[in-house]
C-alpha cells in the first residue's frame, strides 16, 4: 500500500503508516501531532491498548515505526519522533475520543470566558453529535457547547473529582 504525502498532510500520512503497525502490536493509534516547540519539530504518535498501555509497549511501537518512517520519508525537516500513552488525563480531540467516553468526568478549557466569567468548567459528558458536546456541570446545569468553542477537553480522574454525579 503507498502512502503517499497527500496535500502536505504529514499527520494523516502518518495515521495511515502506524494504524496497521500498532494493530500488529495489539495496539491502537490515540492522536498523531506533529508540533514545532521552539526551533524543534516534534511527531508524537500516542497509543492506546485495552488496560493501558506501558512504557514497554512504546518501545516496542517507536522500535516498528522508525524504520518505515525513515523509508517512507514523509517529513522534510528533521524531527524527534516520540511515541507515548495519551495517559490518564487525555486529550479528547476526535469524534470517538468523546463518544468512547461519554459519561466521564472532563474538564473543559473555554477559547472565550462564559457570561459568568468562567474559562472552564468541570463536568460529566453526557453526549456528542454533530460536534457538540452536551455537558452537565458540577451546579447540574446541562450545557450544549461546540467542540471548536473549546481550547483543550480532557478526561479527569474520578478520585480527584467530588461532587459531580453521573
Known amino acids: 500500500m503507498a502512502y503517499k504525502k497527500k496535500n502536505g498532510n504529514t499527520v494523516e500520512t502518518v495515521w495511515k503508516l502506524a494504524a496497521p503497525i500498532a494493530a500488529g502490536l495489539g495496539l491502537s493509534i490515540w492522536d498523531v501531532r506533529f508540533l514545532k516547540e521552539g526551533a524543534d519539530w516534534f511527531l508524537r ?47 479528547l480531540v476526535r469524534e470517538e475520543h468523546f463518544l468512547a467516553f461519554v459519561g466521564a468526568v472532563v474538564r473543559v478549557k473555554l477559547i472565550r470566558p462564559q457570561e459568568d466569567g468562567r474559562r472552564e468548567l468541570l463536568a460529566v459528558l453526557k ?3 454533530e460536534n457538540t458536546m452536551v455537558l452537565q456541570t458540577e451546579e447540574g446545569v446541562t450545557i450544549s457547547l461546540a467542540a471548536k468553542d473549546a481550547s483543550s477537553v480532557r478526561l479527569v480522574d474520578d478520585d480527584i473529582v467530588g461532587g459531580i454525579e453521573e
Not at 518501545?59 to 511515541?83: F, H, K, T, W
Open 127 to 129: 453526549d456528542y453529535k
Open 45 to 91: 504518535i500516542f497509543i492506546d491498548k485495552e488496560g493501558g498501555v506501558g512504557i514497554e509497549d512504546c518501545e516496542a511501537m517507536s522500535r516498528a515505526i522508525n524504520g518505515p518512517l525513515d523509508d517512507l520519508d514523509p517529513i522534510d525537516q528533521s524531527y524527534c519522533l516520540e511515541v507515548s500513552s495519551p495517559g490518564i488525563d487525555r486529550e
